[in-house]
């Protein structure tokens, strides 16, 4: 059993998502305790609701594709001028400026009462807003939140207190300002703000927080802005919606992202975003490289027999824990051992298919957690997840030995900056 399927156990996980050709429906017919719910052909969310542990494991020895959701944290985008894209608002041969055109994001919201998303008469540019974290009208086809219309957010506007009619807000302020690069203009005369599609219409789902027993799983805080990739997948999949039912194009804004996975278009988000590529009139944009300076990447090449040293240096403030995720070759077949700081070690860990094994130390309260994944159901490679809870400061050595191997390359990858 892998390490995130083992967290059903110990942490009461009740969110996954499914890859399945099976119909929902028969699904639902065997396995009547679960919740399923489409999010596109291939992908389903399933809900576990308390007694239904059994049916969960079922389903799991059925599948090979059921996945704890990952979490996405926020990225940001701070080059406009940079990009001199406003040469191409006056382009000779036709202002390139986004008319007709929705811009949707996933992200933590917008102040749709900001001048920036607002036509010179106080009405909106925006066409709607899928508020997840509301409970009450939900869009139709979706189970959750509070959809509101251009005309909710237009009475809002008209309104002394809009929050009264529309009270979805944005308290962190980063759906704002990617809406704002994206397709912001101020057209009061305030300023001489103006973004990037000026004349396009906005589209705007505010993704709920990730649950409490995520966050313990993946050991980052609960101040941490992350979401739950199911309900960014939900996200993307009511833009599309939007976009067939008003008969629009679409331009998809993404400025999530997490460091799990192969980084190589496998994990079902990457496979997911490709397969909407083939849709006519629609474009996705993902923000990068915001990493890029961080040290939380390694490469190397091992060689059949070999061995290699990886050190992680651990900050006194890092208290709650954090993951490692080793990707190897197609084909590679690799092993881990672990050094403290203080010289405490765990020798190397047999690979076992789909295996689980927890570690503690004598002298410390770290627990280390290893997982081998071999093969992953996505990538058809190895997959090796590492989770050290409450460790020592100091410098912590992986050691990776050459098993079976052919290629011989292999990537290390932290969790990204703001969830260490």
């Known amino acids: 059993m892998s390490l995130l399927m083992d967290a059903t156990q110990d942490f009461k996980l009740r969110d996954y998502v499914l890859q399945t050709l099976q119909p929902i429906e028969r699904l639902r017919e065997d396995y009547p305790n679960l919740v399923f719910e489409q999010l596109s052909n291939q992908l389903i969310r399933v809900q576990v609701p308390v007694g239904a542990e059994e049916e969960l494991r079922m389903l799991q020895g059925q599948s090979n594709v059921l996945t704890i959701p990952t979490l996405y944290g926020l990225n940001a985008i701070e080059a406009l001028n940079e990009s001199n894209i406003a040469m191409f608002h006056q382009y000779p041969f036709g202002g390139l400026r986004g008319a ?84 912001g203009d101020d057209r009061t005369g305030d300023t001489n703000f103006v973004g990037g599609a000026p004349d396009a219409s906005i589209v705007m789902v505010k993704l709920r927080q990730a649950k409490p027993e995520f966050r313990e799983f993946y050991l980052i805080r609960e101040t941490d802005v992350a979401f739950q990739g199911n309900d960014v997948v939900t996200g993307l999949d009511y833009l599309l919606q939007t976009s067939i039912d008003l008969r629009m194009p679409l331009v998809i804004c993404i400025g999530l992202g997490n460091n799990y996975g192969a980084h190589n278009g496998s994990s079902i988000i990457e496979r997911y975003l490709n397969s909407l590529t083939i849709v006519q009139s629609l474009i996705i944009v993902v923000a990068g490289g915001n990493e890029a300076n961080s040290g939380h990447h390694f490469r190397s090449t091992i060689a059949q027999g070999g061995r290699e040293d990886i050190e992680i240096n651990v900050s006194d403030q890092e208290i709650r824990g954090f993951f490692t995720y080793l990707w190897a070759s197609i084909s590679d077949k690799v092993a881990v051992s672990i050094r403290s700081p203080i010289g405490q070690a765990i020798d190397k860990v047999p690979v076992i298919s789909n295996s689980l094994r927890s570690f503690s130390f004598s002298l410390e309260q770290t627990v280390v957690t290893i997982s081998y994944n071999y093969p992953d159901a996505q990538t058809g490679a190895q997959n090796v997840n590492i989770r050290f809870k409450n460790p020592t400061p100091g410098l912590w050595t992986i050691t990776v030995y050459g098993e079976e191997i052919v290629d011989g390359i292999y990537d290390v990858w932290l969790q990204r900056n703001d969830f260490v």
């Open 100 to 183: 007709g055109v929705i811009i949707g994001f996933v992200d933590t919201g917008i102040d749709y009462t900001s001048n920036l998303f607002k036509n010179q008469d106080n009405t909106t540019r925006i066409l709607r807003i899928w508020d997840q974290t509301i409970e009450g009208n939900r869009p139709q086809g979706y189970t959750y939140g509070t959809q509101y219309t251009n005309e909710d957010i237009n009475r809002a506007l008209q309104s002394e207190n809009p929050y009264e009619i529309v009270p979805s807000r944005d308290e962190i302020g980063h759906g704002t300002f990617l809406a704002g690069i994206a397709a």
